[in-house]
């Protein structure tokens, strides 16, 4: 007799970038996932509501919305799934807020389903990723007080208090420039 297949996981994908979370849905169809995308996150919640999803992939920022809401609900009605926050704007500080929030994961854009589904432990790593750089940490740092100092609209007196940091050391950090890997 044979056995019943497993069900595949069922993924929620959340991204204000349209063209982004279509293709990350299909790859992941392609992989035998069920997949569904949101670009805002009344759609999100709508999607939430009607389905059952094993997994939420968010972007960290969804338009002038934050992706932090929805791994809230998530969390809350259905706590045994997988969380994975996405973002282009990868920092320390907000790794945590998202884990404390709920989240399983934290991972930085660019991003692949392959490595998606292998950091949710869908799939083993293949070999070592030699075309993924490692982030250092001095790397984040700057990665994350440059994104302060890009919303501030580049006001470093704004910036260094926000940061909880001096003028003039945020001043000669800024004029060093990204620091290499």
């Known amino acids: 007799m044979a056995q019943a297949e497993e069900p595949k996981a069922r993924f929620l994908i959340v991204d204000d970038d349209k063209v982004f979370a279509q293709r990350l849905a299909l790859a992941l169809s392609n992989r035998g996932f069920r ?6 996150l009344d759609a999100a919640y709508a999607a939430l509501s009607a ?8 972007d960290l ?6 992706g932090l809401d929805l791994v809230t609900a998530m969390q809350r009605e259905f706590p045994f799934s997988k969380i994975l926050v996405l973002t282009g704007y990868g920092s320390v500080p907000a790794a945590v807020t998202a884990v404390k929030l709920g989240a399983t994961e934290f991972l930085s854009k660019p991003a692949d389903a392959d490595e998606i589904l292998e950091v949710l432990g869908f799939t083993r790593p293949t070999a070592e990723r030699t075309d993924v750089p490692l ?3 001095q790397l ?3 990665e994350h007080i440059n994104s302060v100092f890009e919303a501030t ?3 470093v007196s704004m910036t260094a208090r926000q940061l909880n940091m001096h003028r003039r050391t945020l001043q000669r950090l800024l004029a060093r420039g990204r620091p290499q890997n």
Request: charged fraction near 30%.
């Open 35 to 40: 997949a569904a995308s949101a670009t805002c």
């Open 61 to 66: 920022r969804i338009g002038d919305e934050s």
């Open 140 to 142: 984040m740092r700057w």
């Open 51 to 58: 389905r059952d999803f094993d997994v939420l992939i968010t």
């Open 153 to 155: 609209g580049k006001n």
């Open 135 to 137: 982030t250092s940490p």
